[in-house]
């Protein structure tokens, strides 16, 4: 027979988890990201060896999908534009919503979900600090590639720095190019949109946005295909790993619950002892010398009256 638990006992994934303690954590992991890419610059020229060896792997394997496409919106502001404003913008605006809609319509999965996503990136970070590459825009102009960000930024808040507002590039590492997190997010969001999405439109956009984000990091300029392989590969290495990452989160929190809880009634006054001449009782207990004078008063006694003299029982008339 299944298990049962008592009325009022059960406990459900909102019970568990509170917006204002997944906030912290959610800010915590983008902090350690954004934070992540300006530590991991690496050596300029070590970066574009790494850029200049994966551009000779794809070429070994037959792949150039960047040339075509960065032509195509080089040449096409109409696809160009709407190519960089989705670049600098969906990757912080969709994984984020899409995460809040989890919290809220799918909590039973959101959990194991955030934790997918956190492992993943922090895999990306290491990925940039052991492998800083340089993306295809910077590389030599001989190379064929041109920076679409900085072609058109008139029509948005970049610079020719990457997606980094004007007068800030400064503050992010252009060479944290592999992985590609935007195609690793992206397709996280998918996975999500597909399974969790009731409705044919989700799982179009399910499939749409991984694609679609794969072909703008490439013709912008900003990521190799390999790089967007790389993404998937670590989303599929965070995939396998969010399961022991949740195990080890839940064997720290029964760790820290029995000590809180030990604290937490230690402070409480209601459940304190009351001492009194030598005797320790609890608050709801009456002390046998409170009782007597109720007794005194009140009360008729269980024994029959006793003569004056020597305390013998009347007889019997």
């Known amino acids: ?3 049962t638990e008592k009325p009022g006992t059960e406990v459900t994934p909102r019970t568990r988890l509170r917006w204002w303690t997944e906030l912290p954590l959610i800010l915590l992991v983008y902090g350690c ?11 300029t020229a070590t970066a574009v060896d790494h850029g200049l060896a994966i551009l000779r792997i794809e070429k070994d394997l037959r792949l150039n999908a960047e040339h075509p496409l960065n032509r195509l919106f080089t040449h096409e502001a109409w696809l160009g534009v709407p190519a960089d404003f989705w670049y600098a913008s969906l990757h912080y605006l969709v994984t984020p919503v899409i995460l809040v809609w989890l919290f809220h319509r799918r909590a039973e999965a959101y959990r194991r979900a955030r934790t997918w996503l956190m492992t993943s990136t922090f895999i990306g970070l290491i990925g940039f600090t052991l ?3 340089c993306p295809p825009r910077l590389l030599d102009a001989k190379y064929g590639f041109v920076d679409t960000m900085a072609q058109y930024s008139s029509y948005g808040w970049w610079g020719g720095d990457a997606s980094a507002p004007r007068g800030l590039g400064g503050m992010t590492n252009q060479y944290a190019a592999m992985p590609s997190l935007h195609c690793g997010w992206a397709l996280w969001c998918g996975v999500m949109l597909w399974r969790y999405g009731n409705t044919r439109l989700t799982k179009v956009l399910g499939v749409a946005y991984p694609v679609l984000t794969a072909l703008v990091v490439m013709g912008t300029a900003n990521h190799y295909f390999l790089d967007a392989v790389a993404g998937a590969v670590v ?3 965070g995939f396998l790993l969010a399961p022991y990452v949740m195990r080890v989160a839940d064997l720290v929190r029964r760790w820290i619950t029995p000590r809180a809880s030990l604290v937490a009634a230690r402070s409480e006054g209601s459940g304190s002892p009351i001492v009194s001449a030598g005797c320790q009782t609890s608050a709801g ?5 409170q009782r007597e004078p109720r007794l005194a008063s009140g009360a008729e006694p269980d024994a029959a009256p006793t003569d004056a003299g020597d305390g013998a029982p009347a007889p019997a008339r």
Do not use: K, V
């Open 1 to 3: 027979m299944p298990q």
């Open 33 to 43: 990201y954004s934070a992540g890419r300006l530590l991991a610059r690496g050596d």
């Open 131 to 133: 492998l800083p590459t």
């Open 235 to 237: 989303m599929g290495a």
């Open 285 to 289: 207990e009456r002390i046998p010398s």
